[in-house]
């Protein structure tokens, strides 16, 4: 019996953005008892077009049934999946840490410079640190910090473009919508 592997996909899904969309699209994940690892939603390169970014760590089978499942609901005008390899991909985050561990813990700004983080406001009361980067770089910089005590921490669900190019273009063209 062949054992399929479970990996990390991102799911792209254009769709017109009405109401109730997102709830119908989780319960497609609901359904099959998949976990998100992330979720993004913003305007794609298409005029009143939006995408959908879903990471899922699932068989390749399951994730071809996903993205069909997916393309029947009416909104969706089409989804792909793609491996890892096969996209950049980057995440950010947000650190809210004391302002006195900036000036009196010295290893902080070392933490800081060596991980290509930026500093986005200091007040006296605190500072914001950014970073982007793979998950696994944000990680890493959360469990520098975590021991100094974060006041406050965030993370964005995935963003990602394709290595390929993607025709999605000429795809929406055929249902008479504009590319940017």
């Known amino acids: 019996m062949l054992i399929m592997e479970r990996e990390s996909y991102t799911i792209s899904v254009y769709t017109e953005n009405n109401i109730g969309l997102l709830n119908r699209i989780s319960a497609i994940f609901l359904k099959r008892h998949i ?7 913003s305007v794609s390169e298409i005029k009143d077009v939006f995408r959908f970014t879903i990471v899922v760590k699932i068989t390749e089978e399951q994730v071809k049934k996903l993205v069909g499942q997916i393309e029947k609901q009416i909104e969706v005008i089409k989804a792909f999946y793609h491996k890892d390899d096969e996209t950049i991909y980057q995440e950010t985050a947000l650190f809210k840490i004391a302002s006195k561990l900036l000036f009196e813990e010295r290893q902080i700004q070392n933490v800081i410079k060596e991980s290509n983080a930026n500093i986005v406001t200091v007040t006296p009361e605190f500072f914001v640190l950014e970073k982007t980067g793979r998950r696994k770089e944000v990680e890493k910089l959360y469990d520098k910090l975590e021991p100094y005590g974060l006041m406050q921490f965030v993370r964005s669900g995935r963003i990602a473009v394709t290595k390929e190019k993607m ?3 000429k795809i929406i063209e055929s249902f008479g919508i504009e590319a940017l």
């Open 167 to 169: 025709h999605i273009s």
């Open 35 to 41: 976990n998100l690892d992330s979720m993004t939603a």
